[in-house]
Nanobody, 128 residues
């Protein structure tokens, strides 16, 4: 059974930092790209960042470029999202998702359409 478990969310002041973790199990981790998405109340889901399975290439949405860093520890089946210089508009539920499709992870970040493997989400709240 595929499982993705996010952790590390919380409440932080604007300008602060958080590190999210996505722990994976139930599939061959190194064969999958992992992406982070977020969804704020009343807004559409947004692909934030992803890291490829093949060479560890990383991609970011313009809204987080230069502030967020994604990384993966294959020995731990875990992907991290380091979020710095947080803004109130970063407030959302953050989800990680895994997919092996060639179209899943590329410039601009991950594409959520058709992805079946999702975590339950972790809340990030940035106060002004």
């Amino acid at each position: 059974e595929v499982q993705l478990v996010e952790s590390g969310g919380g409440l932080v002041q604007a300008g602060g930092s958080l590190r999210l973790s996505c722990a994976a199990s139930g599939f061959t981790f190194i064969d999958y790209a992992i992406g982070w998405f977020r969804q704020a109340p009343g807004k559409e889901r947004e692909g934030v960042s992803c890291i490829s399975s093949s060479d560890g290439s990383t991609y970011y949405a313009d809204s987080v470029k230069g502030r967020f860093t994604i990384s993966r520890a294959n020995a731990k089946n875990t992907v991290y999202l380091q979020m710095n210089s947080l803004k109130p508009e970063d407030t959302a539920v953050y989800y990680c998702a895994a997919d092996s499709s060639i179209d899943y992870c590329g410039p601009g970040g991950p594409v959520g359409a058709g992805v079946r493997n999702w975590g339950q989400g972790t809340q990030v709240t940035v106060s002004s």
